[in-house]
């Protein structure tokens, strides 16, 4: 699945970029360079720059067209909504997330380690960058669709 998603972006950046070559700070367009018939062209963004590859233009366009996931914020509402939003301990009323927050925050990180890792392993949520940054698959997949459209 991830492979898919991948392939699909990177079609996504070589579209949206420009080949070109460095060495004559032109665009190359049919792939070579017209005028010193150079192959090892980068890929040029309008706007953005130039480098290399197209895991940067896949970043670019992460970044400022897809809203990454706050983990953090799902795993809390996925706690709310599993537990009563407020526990009372003797005569004190808590707010039950932030009770577990700051009573146990080791145990509190492990859990949320786990919800990502099962996220994840469900095909849920993806990262491009070892877990940095996730994103909901089924946003990525009608990103695609847009974009393939």
């Known amino acids: 699945m991830k492979e898919q ?5 990177e079609q996504i950046a070589l579209n949206r970029s420009i080949p070109f070559c460095y060495g004559c700070s ?15 062209l980068m890929r040029f963004l309008p706007e953005v720059g130039c480098e290399y590859g197209t895991d940067w233009v896949i970043k670019h366009i992460l970044e ?21 939003a407020e526990t009372t301990v003797g005569w004190m009323t808590f707010d039950t997330v932030a009770l577990m927050k700051e009573n146990d925050p080791v145990s509190w990180r492990c859990a949320l380690g786990d919800y990502e890792s099962a996220e994840e392993s ?12 996730y994103f909901n698959i089924q946003t990525l997949e009608d990103f695609i669709e847009q974009e393939e459209a």
Do not use: H, M, W
């Open 122 to 133: 469900e095909g849920n949520i993806i990262s491009f960058d070892n877990g940095s940054t």
């Open 64 to 84: 400022t067209e897809l809203e990454a996931i706050n983990l953090e914020e799902v795993f809390e509402e996925s706690i709310r909504q599993c537990y009563p």
């Open 26 to 40: 032109k665009e190359a367009p049919t792939g070579c360079c017209e005028s010193c018939g150079s192959d090892d």
């Open 5 to 9: 998603i991948q392939q699909k972006l």
